[in-house]
């Protein structure tokens, strides 16, 4: 077999593993998903769960984000920022490998957003510590509205993200549990570990559900038409084709790959203060899309009275 025949037969592969293709990024296609096929296969050959495999994505991500304290030798810098890919191909793998494996679960989503979080957050700490020296503490605050702008923004994107799934695919899994039902199940419980991800998610949820225009009897509503056999090809369709465009705006404003280049690039700059500032301002353009997002979902509602 060619390297050509090779490379379309592991791509092949990669798209098997994807649960919908409507929702993901041309650099995840083609770079994350892509390499991270590979490890998945290496954590299987070796018995690893996609647990262990997101538990070194986190360990290779702080290491990366640490190194970026050090701004001033471009070729640390440099081995952070392979760090820190690293991380997200393996970020990649985590659930290519439980879909490969069978082992995909509520609890295993949870801990891989909340590891991804815990990576950018040693990005922000590496890369704002830096900088102290020159700014004083004054920036410690800055990097904290930025930290602040970019968790609001990642938490909006994976919402309609998601709700793509749950209302085009459409898959029923995808169903985001409103705070109530997650506080049902945080009380039924029983394991403290289990129980304190949930508080997590119970966090994460809240917040997204606070951040969209996307109003609960909305979504009842277009929930009963995407699971109605009668409606649901005509819904689904129409779904697509007015919210897929929107999608590609909130990947490039919102997505962890814009964030993880921006850190990247400034970095080896030497400017991760400048990072931290254009994380802030984007909250404008994510309003902007927001209230787009806003406008779309009552032209679908309109289309279906």
């Given at each position: 077999m060619g390297l050509k025949e090779a490379?379309?037969?592991?791509?092949?592969?990669?798209?098997?593993?994807?649960?919908?293709?409507?929702?993901?990024?041309?650099?995840?296609?083609?770079?994350?998903?892509?390499?991270?096929?590979?490890?998945?296969?290496?954590?299987?050959?070796?018995?690893?769960?996609?647990?262990?495999?997101?538990v070194i994505s986190l360990v290779i991500g702080i290491v990366g984000g640490g190194l970026l304290y050090y701004q001033e030798f471009w070729k640390i810098t440099l081995i952070g920022s392979l760090f820190i890919?690293?991380?997200?191909?393996?970020d990649s793998a985590d659930g290519q490998l439980a879909r490969m494996t069978g082992q995909s679960s509520e609890t295993g989503r949870i801990i891989d957003g909340l590891i991804d979080n815990l990576v950018f957050a040693s990005c922000y700490v590496g890369g704002t510590i830096y900088f102290i020296k020159e700014y004083n503490y004054w920036v410690l605050l800055v990097a904290l509205l930025a930290g602040i702008a970019h968790s609001l923004k990642s938490a909006l994107y994976e919402f309609y993200k998601t709700e793509y799934l749950y209302f085009a695919g459409p898959f029923e899994s995808a169903r985001i549990a409103y705070p109530e039902e997650i506080k049902a199940q945080i009380a039924s419980e029983k394991s403290l570990f289990k129980r304190l991800l949930n508080y997590t998610y119970l966090d994460y949820t809240a917040r997204q559900f606070w951040l969209s225009t996307r109003t609960r009897e909305l979504r009842d509503r277009f929930g009963a038409l995407a699971y109605d056999k009668k409606t649901q090809h005509d819904f689904t369709t129409s779904y697509r084709r007015r919210n897929h465009p929107l999608l590609f705006w909130w990947a490039l404003i919102c997505g962890s790959?814009?964030?993880?280049?921006?850190?990247?690039?400034?970095?080896?700059?030497?400017?991760?203060?400048?990072?931290?500032?254009?994380?802030?301002?984007?909250?404008?353009?994510?309003?902007?899309?927001?209230?787009r997002q806003k406008k779309v979902d009552s032209e679908l509602e309109r289309e279906f009275l």
């Open positions: 490379v379309g037969k592991h791509y092949s592969e990669v798209l098997s593993t994807i649960k919908m293709l409507d929702i993901e990024e041309r650099f995840d296609l083609y770079f994350s998903r892509f390499f991270g096929l590979f490890f998945a296969k290496a954590g299987r050959s070796f018995g690893l769960t996609p647990t262990q495999v997101s890919t690293i991380a997200g191909v393996l790959n814009t964030h993880r280049s921006l850190i990247m690039i400034s970095s080896l700059l030497g400017r991760f203060d400048v990072y931290l500032i254009i994380s802030i301002i984007t909250i404008i353009p994510m309003v902007v899309i927001n209230q």
